[in-house]
Nanobody, 114 residues
Framework: VQLQASGGGLVQAGGSLRLSCAAS????????MAWYRQAPGKQREPVAT???????GYVDSVKGRFTISRDNANNAVYLQMTSLKPEDTAVYYC?????????WGQGTLVTVSS
């Protein structure tokens, strides 16, 4: 499985972005899909995880602001981010788990200015 993340950019605090992660093949059989992020000088952390089609979990700092979703028809997973804060600045990575093997996208940079 190859993943291509996109949608990052520069946005002012309070703004919104939608990240996309396109898979090279069908995601129908992929149960776990997730977005992680890594801020400068920090470890990579999970931001949002989707189990199946609608069982989502979020890190506390983004609850109520970020939404993870999947589109099986287009083999994609999305991260809708609203009310962005400067502390959301990071490289965002998508990840899927298929047959207990994790696959990562290349990362997309999100910069939130104050």
């Amino acid at each position: 499985v190859q993943l291509q993340a996109s949608g990052g950019g520069l946005v002012q605090a309070g703004g919104s972005l939608r990240l996309s992660c396109a898979a090279s093949g069908s995601i129908f059989n992929i149960n776990t899909m997730a977005w992680y992020r890594q801020a400068p000088g920090k470890q990579r952390e999970p931001v949002a995880t989707l189990f199946g089609n609608d069982n989502a979990g979020y890190v506390d700092s983004v609850k109520g602001r970020f939404t993870i979703s999947r589109d099986n028809a287009n083999n994609a997973v999305y991260l809708q981010m609203t009310s962005l804060k400067p502390e959301d600045t990071a490289v965002y990575y998508c990840k899927v788990v298929l047959r207990n093997v994790a696959y990562w996208g290349q990362g997309t940079l999100v910069t939130v200015s104050s």
